[in-house]
Nanobody, 122 residues
């Protein structure tokens, strides 16, 4: 059974940094794409960053230059380094796996974590 568990969320002031991690268990297909999504109250789930098996990455425009996605295949971990955080980054952040391409469409991913809350105050 595949399980994704996110950690690293919290509350920070604008301009601060957080590092999110996602530990994957029971997930063995390193060929798939993995990604980070976020969902703010009253808004749709939004793709933030994605990475494929070759290490190619893609970012939504609003986080380019501030967020960095990385993957540790040996540890089966996915990370998201978030710098220069803004209040509009406040959301529940979700780890996703099982994607077939660098997609920001939620339905393109098979496995999901429960989420970790990120709150950025001004």
């Amino acid at each position: 059974q595949v399980q994704l568990v996110e950690s690293g969320g919290g509350s920070v002031q604008a301009g601060g940094s957080l590092r999110l991690s996602c530990a994957a268990s029971g997930y063995t297909d390193s060929r798939d794409c993995m990604g980070w999504f976020r969902q703010a109250p009253g808004k749709e789930r939004e793709g933030v960053a994605a990475i494929d098996s070759d290490g190619s990455t893609s970012y939504v425009d609003s986080v380019k230059g501030r967020f960095t996605i990385s993957k540790d295949n040996a540890k089966k971990a996915l990370n998201l380094q978030m710098n220069s955080l803004k209040p509009e980054d406040t959301a529940m952040y979700y780890c996703a796996a099982g994607g077939s391409w660098l997609s920001f469409i939620a339905s393109d991913y098979i496995y999901w974590g429960q989420g970790t809350q990120v709150t950025v105050s001004s």
